[in-house]
């Protein structure tokens, strides 16, 4: 039903795109239109994982530079099928993280260091084994095709404005307006509407690969709480790559509404209570307060598990 209704989604985008360029210059207008999208697109399936990791400021870690880290990684890789990501590390306070890669071949995962700072170890492997779901569901190209046509609609919304000046296209000024007002709204509800189904999907399926759903609902958790007080200036600056993180980065858009880039947490939480149990496992996220293991025994010593 997820993969269903993103398809339903993502066509309904494609057909508002290509329906604004006919409207702009009928179908010669649609068709052009169409292949500046393509364009558009082609562009962002080779360049999104390099713009969005230089734009955070990603440094890339190996076996050597992070051995735990690297190892919980690999070992989660093989057991979703999937290559090993190239890991980075991004120097930033509010805990996160991301995916990206045009495919799993050349899929990236990126983690704070606020994260590593805030979470335990089974923690982190709930939230690794979620990126790597988006990366096996391939979420992260899917993402980049609606970020670009959502683009593209604003852009083709502010070229029909100028358009409907000339009252050659049937719409005339009044028309043109309300396309630039309400085409990008639009748009920008089904992009939002496509990455919270992806986030339910990603929890789904990465509770499956790390086999732990309540170290994930608590690692939400934690996240959630702490990325409400620590900003993210980055993120802040670049709202257009909100939606790649598991959790929210921006501040004030905790709601889950339809113009939410993620599903409220407590949602999250629930849905990952429900699989705990039809696994056979308790069904109450922990708090974390307590913590075993070379994780915590790092952070006690004053050092990061990354190295």
Not at 110 to 131: F, R, Y
Not at 249 to 273: I, K
């Amino acid at each position: 039903m997820s993969y269903f209704r993103t398809a339903i989604l993502l066509a309904a985008m494609t057909a508002l795109f290509m329906g604004i360029g006919y409207l702009i210059g009928g179908q010669g207008g649609m068709i052009v239109a169409l292949l500046a999208a393509a364009g558009m697109n082609l562009f962002a399936w080779w360049n999104s994982d390099k713009m969005v990791l230089r734009m955070y400021g990603a440094r890339q870690v190996d076996e050597r530079s992070a051995p735990e880290l690297y190892a919980m990684t690999r070992e989660l890789a093989a057991a979703a099928d999937l290559p090993m990501p190239r890991l980075f590390i991004m120097e930033n306070p509010q805990p996160n993280a991301f995916a990206t890669g045009r495919n799993p071949q050349n899929g990236a995962v990126a983690v704070t260091t606020g994260l590593m700072q805030l979470v335990n170890k089974d923690e982190v492997a709930g939230v690794i084994a979620h990126e790597l779901a988006h990366i096996k569901n391939r979420d992260t190209l899917l993402m980049t095709v609606t970020a670009t046509i959502a683009g593209a609609i604003s852009m083709l919304a502010n070229m029909a404005l100028f358009a409907g000046r000339g009252n050659n296209n049937g719409m005339g000024m009044i028309g043109s307006i309300l396309l630039v007002v309400l085409a990008p709204l639009a748009a920008g509800i089904v992009q939002m509407a496509i990455s919270r189904t992806r986030e339910f999907e990603a929890d789904r399926v990465g509770a499956e690969i790390s086999r732990d759903p309540m170290s994930l609902a608590s690692a939400l958790q934690k996240i959630s709480g702490a990325a409400d007080r620590i900003p993210n200036m980055e993120a802040e600056r670049n709202p257009a790559s909100a939606h790649l993180f598991i959790v929210n980065p921006l501040s004030g858009l905790r709601m889950d509404n339809l113009f939410s880039t993620h599903p409220a947490v407590e949602n999250r939480v629930a849905r990952l209570q429900a699989l705990a149990q039809a696994m056979g496992e308790h069904g109450t996220p922990g708090t974390g307060a307590e913590e075993s293991g070379p994780w915590a025994e790092r952070r006690v010593a004053g050092r990061g598990p990354w190295g």
